[in-house]
Nanobody, 122 residues
Framework: QVRLVESGGGLVQAGGSLRLSCAAS????????MGWFRQAPGKEREFVAA???????SYADSVKGRFTISRDNAKNTVYLQMNSLKPEDTAVYYC????????????????WGQGTQVTVSS
């Protein structure tokens, strides 16, 4: 069982930056693929970024060049550095985990956090 807790959300002006964190419980964090998703009001949840156990990364086209996903296995934590934020980045951001990278990227990870709100004002 893996428990995920997101933090770092908040209100920021357009062009600003935020760093989200997702802390995971358990002793096998390093063997899990991790991902970030987001859901804006009235919209479906969408993929943002993922990182495999081998540190391979993937991003949604809408965030490439602005967001960076990383992980620190010693701290059981995955991060999402978000730069050049836009109002359309406003959403609840969720962390996901699974041993299978493809399941994480597809939004079918076994474990999910409760989410953290990111609001970007124009």
């Amino acid at each position: 069982q893996v428990r995920l807790v997101e933090s770092g959300g908040g209100l920021v002006q357009a062009g600003g930056s935020l760093r989200l964190s997702c802390a995971a419980s358990g002793r096998t964090f390093s063997s899990y693929a991790m991902g970030w998703f987001r859901q804006a009001p009235g919209k479906e949840r969408e993929f943002v970024a993922a990182i495999s156990w081998s540190y391979s990364t993937s991003y949604a086209d809408s965030v490439k060049g602005r967001f960076t996903i990383s992980r620190d296995n010693a701290k059981n934590t995955v991060y999402l550095q978000m730069n050049s934020l836009k109002p359309e980045d406003t959403a609840v951001y969720y962390c996901a985990a699974d041993r299978d990278s493809s399941r994480v990227r597809a939004g079918r990870g076994d474990y999910w956090g409760q989410g953290t709100q990111v609001t970007v004002s124009s």
